[in-house]
């Protein structure tokens, strides 16, 4: 999903194709750092208490702390890790303003926003282009600025199929690495029982 949509962004905003790809790996791991939230957290479906929305705001810091150890993610790392930095200083986890925020972490950011919104979640079904665009222009624009949010109203309908076939591509993927796990655990029961 995010990974997706950030290269379409990057690739319609005439990035070169390697940044494309750069821009494709951090959102892959722009939010790796939740591994170090406890997961009643990460899949709670209710609202989430005040403690439990500070515990999920470190996952941004995480994913710095552990990409931060890799060589050869140069620009990475800030990209995937920043994407929860606002321009008028109230993001996280660094509270960075305007110049200190690159447009590639508002690529990131719009694109995880983008694919939260659009997709069906266990709490709520995914939202109507209209309702999207209303979000993203009253809570999102002055956040992240204005070159990124163009280039989504321009591209809306194609990124929102971008966001349904990666959802399906996940899910075909799901099923079928499921399936291997049921398969391998059969013929691991099978030779114990011989």
Known sequence: ????????????????????RKIRVAGLLHDLGKIAVATEIIEKKERLSEAERADIRTHAYFTNLILGHISGLEGIVECASGHHENHDGSGYPLNLVN??????????????????LSEDRPYRKGMSTDRIIQILQDEFLTKHGEPVYQV????L??????????VQDGIARFHCYQN??????????????R
């Open 180 to 193: 291997l796990a049921d398969t391998q655990e059969q013929l691991i029961k099978e030779r114990v029982n």
């Open 157 to 166: 309908d194609e990124l929102g199929s971008i966001c349904k076939v990666s």
């Open 152 to 155: 989504i109203l321009n591209h």
């Open 1 to 20: 999903g995010v990974s997706q949509v950030a290269y379409a962004i990057a690739e319609r905003m005439e990035y070169s194709e390697e940044e494309c």
């Open 99 to 116: 110049d200190g925020i690159s447009q590639e972490m508002d690529i990131i950011a719009y694109a995880d926003i983008f694919t939260a």
